[in-house]
Structure formats: structure tokens, C-alpha cells
């Protein structure tokens, strides 16, 4: 089976985005997501796909989860379930998750490793990310970000892996 990675940006209060759109611009972060991404494939909601401003994102295999039996996804596959996942992705060797909310919640369940930015903010957000439990998730890595003329806020990417399997 490849490693299922979450990868996600979120504020203070877990926030994730608002309106479906994210919630602010990281210069360096948006670049490390893909640097890590390009090359494997990526799996995100019906709705976070909808808010790319360019899809599929370029040389990654974008698939696309919605329970709509019609939907199709330009140069895209689409996943009825996170379960039809394993059929889709065989032979990869990563599968990042890359959100919205409602992918991440179930998610959870699934992921052997977090990446996680952590913003120094509290933004107004009408999605978020779910609890990462101390029981289920040790921190392994931490670099710090701090304001710059690119970034208008200070971030942490910190790496957590799973404990309790
Ligand atoms: N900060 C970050 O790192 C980050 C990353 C990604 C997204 N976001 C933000 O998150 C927000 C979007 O998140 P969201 O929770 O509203 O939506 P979402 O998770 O992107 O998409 C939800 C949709 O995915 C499909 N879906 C979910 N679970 C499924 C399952 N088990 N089987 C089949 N289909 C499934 C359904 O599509 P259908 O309705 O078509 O059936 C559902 O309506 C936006 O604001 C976006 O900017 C933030």
C-alpha cells in the first residue's frame, strides 16, 4: 500500500478556508507543497478542486472525490469513495491528501503522516481541520517561518506521524 500523507495549512483555531478559498497567500509554503507533491498523486473533495485556480495540478495524478456517478474531471480520475482509492493507486508510492475539510475528517482515519503549516493568525473560516490528537500524532519535525516582505504572516511546517497503530 504507498504512505498516505495529509498535507494542509491551518490558522490558529484550525481554520482551513473561507468561501472555498484558502484562507491566505504563503509564498515558500505554496512552494514546498510542490516540491513535496509533484511527481505523486494527490487527492482531494469535489469543492477544494473547484476552487483551483489551474486544474489539475500540473504533473501530479489529480483525483477527485464526489459521490456524483456523472461528475468528470478533465485530465483528472475521479474516486467515488476513499475506499476506491487502493484500486486507483496500486502502484504509488505516496498519496497526499490535499483537503478540503470534509476529505480531511475521514482522512484521518487513514493517513500514516501529517504536514502541517501552522499560521501565527486567526482568520474568519467557515472550514476546519480536524483535532490532532497528542494520543494518535507525535510531532518528529519543525521549521520555523518567520514574516518577510513575501509573507505577511510567521508559520511553523511541522511533521507528525502516527503513534497508535
Ligand atoms: N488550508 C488548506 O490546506 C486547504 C486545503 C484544501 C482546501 N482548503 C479549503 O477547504 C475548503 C473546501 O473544503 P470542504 O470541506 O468544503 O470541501 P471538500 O472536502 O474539498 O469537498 C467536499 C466534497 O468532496 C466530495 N466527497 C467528500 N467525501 C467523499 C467521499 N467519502 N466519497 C465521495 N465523495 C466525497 C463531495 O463531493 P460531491 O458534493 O460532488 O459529492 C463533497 O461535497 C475550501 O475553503 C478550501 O479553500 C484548505
Known amino acids: 500500500m504507498p504512505e498516505i500523507i495529509i ?16 484562507l491566505c497567500h504563503l509564498h515558500d509554503d505554496l512552494k514546498n507543497f510542490k516540491r513535496l507533491t509533484t511527481g505523486h498523486t494527490i487527492v482531494m473533495g469535489r469543492k477544494t478542486w473547484e476552487s483551483l485556480p489551474v486544474k489539475p495540478l500540473p504533473n501530479r495524478k489529480n483525483i477527485i ?10 485530465d483528472s480520475f475521479s474516486s467515488k469513495s476513499l475506499n476506491h482509492l487502493s484500486e486507483l493507486c496500486s502502484n504509488d508510492e505516496k498519496i497526499f491528501i490535499i483537503g478540503g475539510a470534509e476529505v480531511y475528517q475521514q482522512a484521518m482515519e487513514l493517513a500514516d503522516r501529517l504536514i502541517i503549516t501552522h499560521i501565527h493568525h486567526r482568520f474568519v ?13 507525535l510531532k518528529v519535525k519543525e521549521t520555523a517561518h518567520p514574516i518577510d516582505e513575501k509573507h505577511n504572516y510567521a508559520y511553523d511546517v511541522c511533521e507528525y506521524v502516527r503513534v497508535d497503530k
Not at 473560516?125 to 500524532?137: H, L
Open 125 to 137: 473560516a467557515d472550514v476546519f481541520f480536524p483535532q490532532i490528537r497528542k494520543e494518535t500524532w
Open 65 to 74: 472525490l464526489t459521490r456524483d456517478v456523472d461528475a468528470t474531471f478533465t
Open 7 to 22: 498535507i494542509a495549512a491551518i490558522d490558529e483555531n484550525n481554520g482551513l478556508g473561507y468561501r472555498n478559498h484558502l
